[in-house]
C-alpha cells in the first residue's frame, strides 16, 4: 500500500468528531470506497455505503484478525495503554476478535447459554430495574447519563451473568476505566475484571447458581466446552459491549425524541410502535458508528475499488445506516419507518457471522426504558440547548459525557 497523504481523512479528523453524519455524509458521496487514515495514523479503506458495508461484514474474505505489520500496531497499542502482558489475551483474544471456525466454535457454544428464551426471561427483571431507576430520579435537572442510561444496562447485565449485587458498583468503576481507554487505568481494571471472574467461576463450580456463568460453565456441544481463559473472556465481553452501547443508545434515543416532538408524539399516540422505533432509533443516532478493522486475506474488488490482500478496510455503520440509496429522506427520523425487506434494515448491530450477540437483550433494553421514561414524565425536557450537549470526542462513537434533563410530570 502507499504513503497516506496527509489530505486523506483521518477518524480523528475534528470535522468527523464533531459532525459524523455531515462529516461521513460528504464522504460517502465522494466514493463508495476511499482511503484514509485509522487512530494510529496507518492506511485503511473507508467504506461507506449501505450495500458495500454489508458486503464487508458478509464476506470471509475480510477477517478481523490482524496480519503482519497490523498485528504488530495493534500490539504497541495494547501496550500503550498499560495492559499487563499476562492478561492481554483476555481482551484482545474474544469472540469479537475471532474468524472463521474458531468463531464458529465460541458462538455455537455461548448461544446454548445466552439463549432468546433466557433474554425473555430477565424482562420482568428488567422493568423492576427501570421502575426503581425512575423513582430515583425526582423532579429537578438531572444528569440522566450517570442516574439512568448507564446503570440500567451495567445492572442488567450483571443480574444476567451472576455478578453480586455488592460488587457491581465496582464493575461500573472498571467499566468506565476500560471504555474511556485512558493508559494507567486500563490496565488496573482489566486486572480487577479478570482476577474477579477468575475466583467468580471457582466459586460458582463449589456453588452453582442459575445465571450465565453456570450456564457458560455447563455448556458442551459433542464433547466441547468452554475453557477457564475462554469463559472469563466471554463474561468481560459480553458485560463490557453489552452494557456501554446500550447505555449510551438510550441517551441518544432521549435526545433524538425530545428534538423531533412531532415523532415523540406519534409514539404517545400509539404506544404498539415502541418495539419498532428501537431500530429506528438504532439507524438513526446508534453509539457505534463503525466497526472494529476488517483485513482483506486476498485481493478483493468493492465498490469499484481494488483492495489488496493484507490491507486494512473500515466499514462506517453511521455512513451506511444514512444512506439515501437504502433509506428514503435517510436523514430524517421517523418511528413510523419500517425495514423494506426481512430482517432489521440497519447494520446499527452489524451484519453476518460477527452480528451482536447481545442484540435481543439491547432492543428490549431499550424498548423499556424510553418506553417507561416518556411515559413516567410527560413534560420530559432537556435542561440545556442541544447544541450546549457535551458529546465525547471518541473516533467512531456517539456517545454524550453526560444529559441533563428536567424530569417534570407536567408542564
Known amino acids: 500500500m502507499s504513503t497516506v497523504r496527509a489530505d486523506e481523512p483521518a477518524l480523528t479528523a475534528p470535522e468527523l468528531l464533531a459532525d459524523p453524519y455531515g462529516g461521513y455524509r460528504r464522504l460517502r458521496e465522494q466514493a463508495p470506497v476511499l482511503r484514509g487514515r485509522y487512530l494510529d495514523d496507518s492506511p485503511i479503506w473507508y467504506v461507506t455505503r449501505y450495500e458495500d458495508v454489508r458486503s464487508v461484514l458478509a464476506d470471509d474474505r475480510f477477517v478481523n484478525n490482524a496480519p503482519g505489520e497490523a498485528a504488530d500496531r495493534k500490539a ?11 492478561i492481554t489475551g483476555y481482551l484482545t483474544e474474544s469472540i469479537l476478535s475471532s474468524d472463521g471456525a474458531t468463531h464458529m466454535r465460541l458462538r455455537k457454544l455461548v448461544s446454548r447459554a445466552f439463549t432468546v428464551r433466557r433474554v425473555a426471561q430477565l424482562r420482568p427483571s428488567v422493568e423492576r430495574i427501570t421502575t426503581d431507576l425512575l423513582d430515583g430520579l425526582g423532579d429537578g435537572p438531572v444528569d440522566l447519563v450517570e442516574h439512568f442510561s448507564y446503570p ?16 457491581r458498583a465496582q464493575w461500573h468503576v472498571w467499566g468506565k476505566a476500560l471504555s474511556n481507554m485512558r493508559p494507567g487505568e486500563v490496565g488496573p481494571a482489566a486486572r480487577g475484571c479478570v482476577d474477579y471472574l477468575n475466583a467468580l467461576i471457582e466459586q460458582r463450580r463449589a456453588a452453582p447458581q442459575d445465571d450465565l456463568i453456570d450456564a457458560l460453565i455447563a455448556v458442551h456441544d459433542e464433547g466441547d466446552r468452554l475453557s477457564d481463559v475462554e469463559m472469563v473472556t466471554m463474561v468481560v465481553t459480553l458485560v463490557f459491549a453489552g452494557h456501554e452501547t446500550t447505555a449510551h443508545l438510550i441517551s441518544n434515543a432521549t435526545v433524538a425524541l425530545l428534538t423531533h416532538p412531532d415523532q415523540l408524539a406519534r409514539l404517545r399516540e400509539d404506544p404498539a410502535l415502541w418495539p419498532g422505533v428501537v431500530h429506528e432509533l438504532m439507524r438513526w443516532c446508534g453509539p457505534v458508528q463503525i466497526t472494529a478493522l476488517r483485513y482483506a486475506t486476498q485481493d478483493v474488488e468493492l465498490g469499484g475499488t481494488l483492495i489488496r490482500a493484507g490491507e486494512a478496510v473500515q466499514p462506517v455503520l453511521v455512513s451506511a445506516n444514512r444512506d439515501p440509496r437504502q433509506y428514503p429522506h435517510a436523514d430524517e427520523l421517523d418511528v413510523t419507518r419500517r425495514a423494506a425487506e426481512r430482517g432489521e434494515g440497519h447494520v446499527g448491530f452489524g451484519h453476518g457471522a460477527h452480528y451482536c450477540l447481545g442484540a435481543a437483550l439491547a432492543k428490549q433494553e431499550a424498548e423499556v426504558a424510553l418506553s417507561a421514561l416518556f411515559s413516567r414524565f410527560p413534560a420530559l425536557a432537556l435542561a440545556c440547548a442541544p447544541g450546549e450537549l457535551a458529546w465525547d470526542p471518541i473516533p467512531g462513537a456517539r456517545r454524550l459525557h453526560e444529559l441533563p434533563v428536567i424530569t417534570r410530570l407536567t408542564e
Not at 501496550?79 to 502482558?85: H, Y
Not at 440500567?152 to 460488587?167: F, H, R, Y
Open 152 to 167: 440500567l444496562p451495567i445492572t442488567v447485565i450483571c443480574d444476567l451473568v451472576g455478578i453480586p449485587e455488592a460488587d
Open 76 to 86: 504497541r497499542l495494547i501496550e500503550s495503554l498499560g495492559i499487563p502482558p499476562d
